[in-house]
Structures are given as C-alpha cells and as structure tokens.
C-alpha cells in the first residue's frame, strides 16, 4: 500500500502525515509513506485545498486533516 500526503509542508500536513502513520501501524498494514510537495502533482489529484491523502492513488481526503480512527476506517476498506 502506497500511502501520499499531498500539501507543502505545513503543520498540517505533517499532522496528516503522523496520524496516518500510526494507523497504519496499529492496523499491522506495512506501507510506504510519501509527501508530494510539486503543486502540479498535487493538482493533477484534483486537489484544491491541502493538506490531502491519497491512498494507492485514489484521493480519500483533502482541505482537512482527518483522525487516526477515521484513517483505520479507510485503510481497512483499502486494504
């Protein structure tokens, strides 16, 4: 599983980036992590407003940073 955060950086994004981080890890799901920082890239997503996250190139979120619980819920339907 490929997981991305897509924004530039902010605190957000790295909040996004850390809860997503330990969902995956309380849910034992071995994934590679990714910030994508290029803001064509981050468009070419449809992305308006960061920070996002984007689960093995589907779009799952994005202008918000979402919990650790609500991230499970979309790793084990990912998964």
């Known amino acids: 599983m490929v997981i991305k955060i897509l924004g530039g950086g902010c605190a957000n994004c790295k909040k996004l ?25 981050i468009m070419s997503y449809g992305v308006m407003r960061t920070p996002a996250l984007v689960v093995d190139e589907k779009l799952i979120f994005s202008g918000r940073v979402a919990g650790v619980e609500e991230i499970k819920e979309v790793l084990k339907k990912e998964a």
Do not use: S
């Open 17 to 41: 980036m850390e809860n997503a981080k330990k969902a995956a890890e309380e849910l034992g799901i071995d994934a590679k992590f990714e910030e994508v920082k290029d803001i064509e890239k």
